[in-house]
């Protein structure tokens, strides 16, 4: 997804441990449409749920304590709502077009 400016963010979880995200960036001078799905989707990931409804899915504890006995990265998965501005396609359309 191109246009757009990622960071690095590391958080404590409670019951996970310490967790580290790259997001999209939100930034004033985005189109209003990009700014809306990329708060959007920083909401989704950083606090658990989306605006549309959509909850963060975590691997089951057998695989994260498997993952950190051998030092893999886990991802998590969020299947928002098909016209939620921050699902995988919508996101990638509106930086695609606000290039």
């Known amino acids: 997804m191109s246009g757009l400016q ?6 404590d979880v409670r019951g996970v441990g310490r967790v580290a995200y790259v997001l999209p960036v939100v930034s004033e001078q985005l189109a209003p449409q990009l700014l809306e799905a990329v708060v959007c ?27 950190v006995r051998e030092g893999r990265t886990l991802t998590t ?5 098909p016209d939620c501005p921050a699902s995988d396609d919508r996101l990638a359309a509106l930086a695609r077009d606000s290039r």
């Open 6 to 11: 990622w960071d690095f963010t590391v958080r």
């Open 41 to 67: 989707r920083r909401l989704a990931a950083l606090e658990g749920r989306c605006p549309c409804g959509a909850t963060v899915t975590l691997p089951n504890r057998a695989e994260r304590r498997r993952a």
């Open 77 to 81: 998965t969020v299947e928002h709502e």
